[in-house]
């Protein structure tokens, strides 16, 4: 068979097969079809089928095949960062400073010195750590991927809920953005080469430069050139960032923050990000599937994600109730608000896929990553449902 023919086997097996199993198996509460695509594309990998069915993984997942879908994939993350970052709520935040800045600070500082105790005990063992990484950066890597709160998927969380224009929804999405913004600059500082550094400072110098004169341009544009020049402003950022050492997906994410989604209509920009995730995501799902391995064996893998999760959903819960004292929110606010933030599929992912790429962290590492961040998103909606409904029948 050609190139093509085999290619569009693995398209239809990639969006058939999770499809199926989520509306057959009724799974939208517990497991959205997003999450459900996330853990396909594991079992689509090298550890489960390829294991399982060498020779069809080996004939279906062939060296042109997973070129062309690893492209898309890296279009498809690029443009969902790309609108994570114009989705951003940083003039809400600022409105709101003392509250966001003491929530968003806690429900990330807490999940982050939690990652770190489980990473300094990872540091113990072989073949956790990546080879081109020091042990701070494994450590800083491992605790802000429990700390990530995936924005977009909190919104599409929210929608489900019927919260997200009320006032509750509009504050997770405060602390959320401004979460973010911190998580993309650790990730610029973990990244940062000192030997690359004169590149990386002349990127960002001219990146700053350059969104002043953009913003400006967008300003004067119509409506109906915004999105393509936001798409030509979105390569080029990601080329420079690329060029630089920083990765392109950091980039990707400079370029949206800088963007104000009052430039487009609401509802088309919730369409893009419906599309993107549609069309172009689930790729995405099975080319990071694809990249899971298991050699230090099944039972080390799932023992450091359980640890990871824990440290994870411990540390943001703690953080939120510690916020809610502070403030002094009403019974109920901070079991919610929690338990919404805890979403980290995509966002996270894209995050560990960077460390991978940069040799920060190794592919089982990223494996045991992978299944943490599935388990805590899974389990946002189911907790997060009983506590709206205690919270709405005070």
Not at 118 to 126: E, I, S, Y
Not at 327 to 351: D, N, Y
Request: aromatic share 12%.
């Amino acid at each position: 068979m050609s190139t093509s023919e085999i290619f569009l086997i693995a398209m239809a097996i990639i969006f058939s097969i999770p499809y199926l199993i989520w509306r057959l198996g009724r799974t939208e509460f517990y497991a959205p079809l997003v999450v459900v695509q996330i853990i396909m594309g594991i079992v689509l990998g090298p550890g489960i089928l390829g294991a399982a069915y060498p020779d069809y993984y080996a004939f279906v997942f062939n060296p042109p095949v997973v070129q062309a879908l690893n492209g898309i994939a890296w279009w498809a993350a690029m443009s969902f960062v790309w609108i994570a970052g114009i989705e951003l709520d940083l003039l809400g935040a600022w409105k709101h400073r003392r509250e966001s800045a003491i929530t968003a600070g806690l429900a990330l500082g807490t999940p982050l010195l939690a990652g770190c105790v489980v990473a300094l005990g990872m540091l113990k063992f072989p073949g956790w750590i990546g080879p081109r990484a020091a042990a701070w950066q494994f450590t800083m890597g491992i605790g802000m991927a429990c700390a990530v709160t995936a924005l977009p998927i909190l919104i599409l969380f929210l929608e489900k809920l019927a919260i997200l224009r009320r006032p509750i929804g509009q504050r997770l999405l405060r602390y959320a953005s401004l979460d973010d913004v911190a998580i993309w600059g650790v990730l610029a500082l973990i990244l940062m080469d000192w030997q690359r550094i004169a590149k990386q400072l002349a990127f960002l110098a001219g990146f700053a430069i350059a969104a002043w004169g953009y913003r400006r341009l967008m300003e004067r544009l119509p409506a109906r050139d915004r999105w393509y020049v936001g798409l030509i402003w979105l390569v080029l950022c990601g080329l420079g960032a690329d060029w630089s050492g920083l990765h392109f997906m950091v980039g990707a994410f400079l370029s949206g923050a800088v963007m104000e989604s009052r430039w487009f209509d609401q509802k088309e920009l919730d369409t893009l990000r419906h599309n993107v995730l549609l069309i172009m995501m689930p790729v995405f799902f099975l080319s990071t599937g694809l990249r899971t391995a298991w050699a230090i064996g099944g039972s080390a893998v799932f023992l450091v994600a359980a640890a990871l999760l824990v440290a994870a959903i411990g540390g943001k819960l703690l953080g939120i109730r510690l916020a809610g004292r502070i403030l002094r929110w009403q019974p109920g606010e901070s079991s919610l608000i929690g338990w919404l933030l805890q979403t980290k599929a995509l966002i996270m992912i894209i995050f560990v896929n960077i460390l991978l790429d940069k040799g920060i962290i190794t592919n089982t590492t990223f494996t045991a990553l992978l299944l943490m961040a599935v388990g805590s998103t899974m389990l946002a909606v189911p907790l997060a449902t009983p506590a709206l409904k205690r919270l709405g029948d005070s």
